[in-house]
Nanobody, 116 residues
């Protein structure tokens, strides 16, 4: 199976930056897509950014130009550099890893709070 461990959340003022990290422990599976989602109480979980093992990056319109996703395939680690943070970015951020055919795996989440 796949186990995901996230870190890097915190409390920052608007305009500040944070860097999230997520490392996957894998037995015999190969991870294709890794990415980030976020969720606020009372709202649906929304997609933020994803990156394939081949290096393709995709971002939600709300974070384009501000967030950057990267990954180290050898370490099965994905990062999310968040700059120019806004209060509306406040949420619990979840790491996700996709194993082809098998399915998706999720971390426990890390809280990001941006004050105005």
């Amino acid at each position: 199976q796949v186990q995901l461990v996230e870190s890097g959340g915190g409390y920052v003022q608007a305009g500040g930056s944070l860097r999230l990290s997520c490392t996957a422990s894998v037995s015999t599976f190969s991870i294709n897509i890794m990415g980030w989602y976020r969720q606020t109480p009372g709202k649906q979980r929304e997609w933020v950014a994803t990156m394939s093992s081949g290096g393709s990056r995709n971002y939600a319109d709300s974070v384009k130009g501000r967030f950057t996703i990267s990954r180290d395939n050898a370490k099965n680690t994905v990062y999310l550099q968040m700059n120019s943070l806004k209060p509306e970015d406040t949420a619990v951020y979840y790491c996700c890893a996709t194993v082809p055919v098998v399915g998706n795996y999720w971390g426990q989440g890390t809280q990001v709070t941006v004050s105005s």
